[in-house]
């Protein structure tokens, strides 16, 4: 059973920065690829960015391609999401997740954290 706590988000203006944080526990880190995903206000969750188990191998929604980085670091048992140059539409609670497979489809992840949450003012 893999446990995953997120952590860094807040409040910040348009055009401001955050990193958020992942850190896995429970489990063999290396072995799970991982992802971001968000939830907008009254909106359905959505997929942000994936990670290979390297970290080779990224991919990310076309909204914020350029602007957001994700990464991981194995020896930590994290997994980091950068946000750069943020909107107001990235407003969202922010999760982090675990696969056995590489794939944006957030019904195949198994495990998730509690989600923090990112509120982008203009």
């Known amino acids: 059973q893999v446990q995953l706590v997120e952590s860094g988000g807040g409040l910040v203006q348009a055009g401001g920065s955050l990193r958020l944080s992942c850190v896995a526990s429970?489990?063999?880190?290396?072995?799970?690829?991982m992802a971001w995903f968000r939830q907008p206000p009254e909106k359905e969750r959505e997929f942000v960015a994936a990670?290979?188990?390297?970290?080779?191998?990224?991919v990310y929604t076309d909204s914020v391609k350029g602007r957001f980085t994700i990464s991981r670091d194995n020896a930590k048992n994290a997994v980091y999401l950068q946000m750069n140059s943020l909107r107001p539409e990235d407003t969202a609670v922010y999760s982090c997740?675990?696969?056995?497979?590489?794939?944006?489809?957030?019904?195949?992840?198994?495990?998730w954290g509690q989600g923090t949450q990112v509120t982008v003012s203009s």
């Open positions: 997740a675990a696969a056995t497979t590489y794939t944006f489809e957030s019904r195949t992840y198994q495990y």
């Open positions: 429970g489990g063999t880190f290396e072995t799970y690829y």
């Open positions: 990670i290979t188990r390297s970290g080779s191998g990224t």
